[in-house]
Structure formats: C-alpha cells, structure tokens
C-alpha cells in the first residue's frame, strides 16, 4: 500500500471516530455515556436539539377562608331565604351557620378541586330540616365566590355567597 492510501485510511477513520463520539455523546476520563441532546450532522456541521427542561405539576393547595352569602328557595310550606356564613378550614372542614327562614348549623366538606359538599340542619324545637349543600368553592386572588343548589325532602333551592381567601 502506498503512503497516500494509508494516510487517506488513517485520516477517514479518525473523521469516522469523531462523528462517532459526537453522535453519541461520549464523554473524555472513561467516564459512562449518559444520554443527552440528540444531534443531527449536516455537511462538517454539527447542531444539537436541547432537551426540554422537566416540568412538575404542583399539589393544589387545599382552598381555605371564610365565605357570606344568600341561600333561598321552596319549602312544602312556600318560599323560604336567609343568610349563610361559613369558615373552610386548611384540612378542607366546613363548619358554618345558616340564617333567615330557617336557622342552624352547617357542616360539611371542601375538597382540593373546590367541590363543597355540606349538610344544613335548621329547625326550631324538635322541628326540624336536613338538606344537602352541593356547590363549588373558587379563588380569584385573596378572594372566594361559592354558588351551588341545596336540597331535603320535598324542598330545594340555591345559594351563592362571597368572601376572603386565608393562607
């Protein structure tokens, strides 16, 4: 073989090697190959595409405050309304007074995503009303809005009530 060939071997087996390493990502001090970028060679040029950063999606934050509001709606006995107040604690417990046509206690639960499920007892003397309170409860800033429909036994309705965000 002459001088010339195997200089031309020697030199395309070094170009060979480089592209090899390149293309693979290998790293100097016999250090593991760790995976990387993926590149692609165009001519003598080498680009490579950048890996995109890991994102996470952060664990909602259970919402808490106190919310006010108007709750009305029908009775077996007619139309009834009143008032509501409630504190939504940071485990997600509801614990709240309802006012007006009828008046007691109302107890229930706010999960992660806002959904507020509650019981509203109210009555007067043994007399009394259970009804159930389904809405959901949303933040805007530092600030709550609730709206949702209740419902009992022969008797239904709505509420709707606003409030401030605690931390």
């Known amino acids: 073989m002459h ?3 195997v200089v031309l071997v020697f030199m395309a087996l070094m170009l060979a090697l480089v592209l090899l390493i390149s293309l693979v990502g290998c790293k100097s ?4 190959a760790t995976p990387g970028p993926t590149a692609t060679t165009t001519g003598a040029t080498t680009t490579a595409t950048p890996t995109a950063a890991p994102t996470s999606t952060p664990t909602p934050k259970p919402l808490q405050g106190t919310v006010t509001g108007s ?3 029908q009775v077996p006995t007619g139309s009834v309304n009143g ?3 409630a504190t939504i604690y940071g485990n997600g417990s509801v614990q709240g007074a309802i006012g007006g046509s009828y008046a007691g206690a109302l107890t229930g639960q706010v999960d992660a995503s806002g959904n507020f499920n509650a019981t509203g007892s109210a009555g007067i003397n043994t007399n009394g009303m259970q009804a159930t309170w389904l809405g959901k409860l949303s933040q805007s800033g530092n600030s709550l809005s609730i ?3 209740w419902s009992g036994s022969n008797m239904s309705g709505t509420f709707s009530g606003t409030g401030v965000a605690s931390q």
């Open 71 to 73: 709750w009305s709606g």
């Open 29 to 32: 001090g016999g250090t593991a």
């Open 83 to 85: 008032t509501f107040s």
């Open 3 to 5: 001088k010339s060939r």
């Open 147 to 149: 709206q949702g429909t």
